[in-house]
């Protein structure tokens, strides 16, 4: 396969914005922001239904889908670093690596749909463990059951995208996403409520319209990687081969990446069913919070994308100065889209939550909404933290930096945040306040010690693809970037 550029397709705009302006930035980020706030979209919806259904199946809801996504980090962190690898050997201007590296990321997500498929007959019993009141117990077994049975298609979407994205494609992914997004909407009326003939499945209709959306985004996908273009200029269909050496490399660069996601939502998960002991109502509570936390988080996550893209391609090409230059630039327009969200969520709260309250009953709502507009006022206190969560992060995870990543997620999410709530349970001392106080100072541990590794610059030294054809140092080691500068 030739290696010039396969660049010049109907992908590509008509003028390439200067490497590191905003232009850049913005070009690649503002596509994956609208995606990922599709994506929010998605989930917020059907917390939103699942209010007015009951106050049981917004409780179990969280927790459900926490526990499957505690089981799919480590294959979805895989799955997702399909898009460094793919971003340092576009840059590198090697791009039948670009294809073969697509293809292990797909052989890793086979091998995790079929793993969590196979997690389904535990889901009673994983669920009793929490203690949560028998009905919801019984909510969260039936949303866990579907979501994974149906895992295979976020595995899949997660390789699939990362094509896209690594190479700056993103409107691709925006697209799909919007689309899985408003099919995800449509579903969700029909089979949580019903509609004619139809009957009404509550919250396995919920998880149901989830998994047909993910699957949705997985056909659109391959429909555009097989157009004649895409298969014929990157050899879709040719560099398919299982590559022990790069498969190698995925695992040791991927799985600190995935574990670091496993530590994250574990954490996170944890942390959900301790609070879960104080109460059917508090659990809504925190559930509705973070929901709407995710407004503000999840479509960041867009712009965190954007510049792992843009440090890994930047570190491919030899140049870490540029991606330093990229990374301030995203880091201050996300500094102040979420200092936007915190006034919201400090001044505006009854406005946001209009919409959970519009067909839910009122008594209950009422219960549930005053323990909401409190736990708002934490939101708002670490939104900014946030900020720096997701864009440091990315930076030094695009450069390779996986196994710090690793080391500081699991500190702070075990050390902060569960361990103090578990021994304030303990001790009889447990409260939202005390919970959710916990949980601000992890996320703020999290901001400064990804801002310190990033302003360290360890990582301008790092790369994940190998170099003039020797493979790369072994993970933690800081291999020299005269190779690069030669190359």
């Not at 979805?76 to 292990?104: C, H, K, M, P």
């Not at 890994?312 to 102040?336: D, I, K, M, Y």
């Amino acid at each position: 396969m030739s290696q010039t550029s396969p660049s010049a397709d109907a992908e590509t705009p008509a003028a390439t914005p200067l490497p590191g302006s905003h232009r850049e930035l913005l070009g690649v980020a503002l596509p994956l922001v609208i995606s990922s706030g599709s994506a929010t979209l998605m989930y917020v919806v059907d917390r939103v239904f699942l209010t007015w259904y009951s106050p049981d199946a917004l409780a179990a809801a969280m927790p459900a889908s926490m526990v499957h996504w505690s089981l799919l980090a480590v294959p979805i962190g895989l799955a997702l670093y399909t898009n460094t690898f793919v971003a340092q050997y576009d840059g590198a201007g090697r791009f039948e690596r670009v294809t073969a590296s697509l293809w292990q990321a797909i052989y890793l997500a086979l091998a995790g749909g079929v793993f969590l498929a196979l997690m389904t007959p535990f889901a009673t019993s994983i669920f009793r463990l929490a203690g949560h009141a028998p009905a919801v117990q019984k909510l969260e077994v039936d949303y866990f059951q579907v979501l994974c049975i149906g895992s295979l298609p976020f595995l899949l979407s997660a390789a699939l995208s990362g094509f896209f994205t690594g190479r700056g494609k993103t409107a691709v992914v925006m697209w799909i996403n919007v689309v899985a997004a408003l099919l995800n909407t449509g579903l969700d009326y029909v089979l949580i409520f019903g509609w004619g003939p139809l009957p009404g499945w509550g919250i396995t209709g919920a998880a149901v319209a989830t998994v047909s959306a993910q699957a949705t985004a997985v056909v659109l996908y391959i429909a555009v990687l097989l157009g004649p273009g895409l298969r014929n200029r990157f050899g879709i269909l040719v560099h398919w081969r299982f590559d022990p050496e790069l498969f190698r490399r995925f695992l040791r660069y991927g799985l600190p990446n995935g574990t670091m996601f496993l530590a994250d939502v574990a954490g996170f998960t944890v942390f959900l069913l301790l609070l879960g002991t104080l109460g059917t109502e508090q659990l809504a509570a925190t559930n509705l919070a973070f929901n709407i936390n995710s407004m503000a988080f999840v479509p960041m996550l867009g712009m965190g994308t954007a510049v792992m893209t843009l440090v890994g391609r930047r570190v491919g090409e030899g140049q870490p100065e540029l991606a330093v230059r990229t990374t301030w630039t995203a880091f201050g327009l996300a500094s102040v889209y979420m200092l936007f969200c915190a006034s919201m969520f400090l001044f505006a709260a009854d406005l946001i939550l209009m919409p959970y309250a519009a067909q839910a009953d009122p008594v209950q709502f009422a219960l549930v909404r005053k323990h909401v507009v409190m736990l708002l006022r934490f939101i708002a206190v670490y939104a900014f933290f946030d900020a720096m969560i997701i864009v440091f992060s990315s930076a030094v995870r695009g450069a390779g930096d996986t196994r710090f990543a690793l080391v500081l997620t699991f500190v702070a999410a075990w050390v902060v945040m569960v361990l103090p709530t578990w021994i304030a349970i303990r001790s009889d001392r447990l409260t939202l306040y005390v919970g959710w106080t916990a949980c601000t100072g992890f996320i703020v541990v999290m901001g400064l010690g990804f801002l310190w590794r990033f302003v360290g610059g360890q990582w301008k030294s790092m790369t994940v693809i190998e170099l003039d054809g020797q493979d790369t140092q072994p993970l933690g080691c800081e291999p020299s970037l005269e190779p690069l500068a030669q190359s």
